[in-house]
Nanobody
């Protein structure tokens, strides 16, 4: 079993930046597929950024060009968020999967989930 812990959320004004971090704990295996999801009140959860074991990334259209997902080892992942907009306000969740297959936008089933970190963007 793998535990995911997010950090870096907060409240910023529109146009600002935040950097979210996620670390995986437990087990000895890597998690080839890692991703960031978000869920706003009254909205369905959506995957916004994915990165596989080869470093290949995909992004939801709503964040493309503004957000960057990266990883520095097998169990740490980051989300750099720039030019933030009020519509980015949501609970952001780190997720990971044991397989890199179909590690791209549109995939909703993941093996492990963090508890979330809140991002609030004011206009």
């Amino acid at each position: 079993q793998v535990q995911l812990v997010e950090s870096g959320g907060g409240s910023v004004q529109a146009g600002g930046s935040l950097r979210l971090s996620c670390s995986a704990f437990g087990g000895g295996d890597s998690v080839p597929c890692m991703a960031w999801f978000r869920q706003a009140p009254g909205k369905e959860r959506e995957g916004v950024a994915y990165i596989d074991s080869d470093g290949s990334t995909t992004y939801a259209d709503s964040v493309k060009g503004r957000f960057t997902i990266s990883r520095d080892n097998a169990k740490n992942v980051y989300l750099q968020m720039n030019s933030l907009k009020p519509e980015d306000t949501a609970m952001y969740y780190c997720a990971a999967d044991r397989y890199t297959w179909l590690c791209s936008v549109g995939r909703e089933v993941m093996d492990y989930w963090g508890k979330g970190t809140l991002v609030t963007i004011s206009s």
